[in-house]
């Protein structure tokens, strides 16, 4: 990894191929937290009751509250906010589309899988930063602290319910599945993003072990999410 | 109007009544922008375009972003946030069922009147507050600074489509309508928080002269707002 300058912009920044990975990067986040919004407001209404409704709502406008700083940087950037999100609208819907979720209950596994998904994936890219970029990842991935809601209620239902928790590990299998589908499809689709990860000449990056290993991490990392929601995934 | 202690919990929440008010209105407030949340963020899947998508989900997200406030103070004053909520939770989801938007137009004028005449309603109450409830009041109608986006957004569609313009003047007025009907209705269930406005020995309240002073305050400013988006009211 390079050592990159502390401040505004840095070296890297001259490297088109930097930027315009930086700007893929930036604006697949902006248009996961913009979508990821939409669903967590839509799968809210299935909530049993108004605290239930809050607290993924709570979720919803955590992961919209990102946004603003994101296309801030963006544009300071000299990018388009919305021409920066547009390849990775597609395969975000997708996933949306091939993950809505039948009930309350997966919606709720959903929102803490899904988001502890994306926030794994974010951060392990995160460490191939520039500084100011990599803080900016990281704060756009603070969580809404409802963490602790969504476990108490899957576990109170696998409890009423034992049946129920078949079901939810699926569902788990089938979200992770479903993301790596679609992540799989844009690393394809955008060269300078997967360029960030692969490395060139100047900028050392993973070779294939190391991309194994990363994927060994996120995945053991689901598998504890699934434990702490009392699943076996 | 009696004055008021600067801190902590005044005199006046040594009044059953008083506290039975506040607990109402932050009650009343707290639902309001719960399903405010709601129902933006459902209306925002009718926008034209992303960037109009963000605009009206950044709106229902600020909502959302005061109800914790507001319900930690419910709680300081021993009251249990949902048990305050509920009995407004039937006139305003009636509100917004006989005001469904039909469009993205009608979704943008009623964002912006809707949000409008409840901060004008509640600022009126918020005088008859002591200083502590008031800011907080005050506080959570702050807007999420969208407001110029649905004027210019408005204006445009006037200017492009003309016969928009009338439709939406009478959406005005319905949504108008029925904001006073279902406040009406409140006012009539609620005992402690139209007393409130009424006042009593201890309390100097308004007359009924005031009270209509208020609505014309109220609807003027409706007016306004109205003619702000090129609509005559």
Redesign the interface.
């Known amino acids: 990894m390079v050592a990159f300058e502390e401040s505004g912009d840095p070296a890297d920044f001259q490297d088109p191929a930097y930027r315009e990975a930086v700007i893929d990067l930036l604006g697949a986040i902006s248009?996961g937290e913009?979508s990821a919004?939409?669903r967590l407001?839509?799968d809210?209404?299935m909530a049993p009751?108004?605290?239930d409704?809050?607290a993924l709502?709570?979720m919803?406008?955590a992961e919209?509250?990102h946004?603003?700083r994101l296309h801030e940087r963006l544009t300071e950037l000299g990018a388009d906010p919305?021409d920066a999100?547009a390849p990775f609208?597609a395969p975000i819907e997708k996933f949306h589309r091939h993950t809505a979720p039948a009930d309350w209950y997966e919606g709720l596994v959903k929102a803490y899988v899904g988001d502890g998904l994306a926030a794994d994936f974010y951060r392990e890219i995160a460490a191939y930063l520039d500084s100011a970029t990599r803080d900016l990842v990281i704060a756009s991935l603070e969580d809404s602290g409802q963490a602790d809601f969504v476990v108490d209620r899957i576990r109170q239902a696998i409890a009423t319910t034992p049946s129920v928790g078949g079901r939810l590990a699926l569902w788990g299998r089938r979200l992770m599945g479903e993301a790596l589908t679609q992540a799989q499809r844009v690393a394809a689709e955008r060269d300078a993003l997967s360029a960030l990860l692969a490395g060139d000449i100047d900028r050392p990056g993973l070779d294939l072990a190391a991309i194994g290993r990363m994927f060994t991490r996120i995945t053991d990392r689901h598998a504890e999410r699934m434990a702490e929601l009392g699943l076996s995934s």
């Open positions: 248009y913009i919004f939409e407001a839509e809210s209404k009751a108004i605290r409704k809050m709502a709570t919803a406008a919209l509250g946004v603003a919305y999100m609208i």
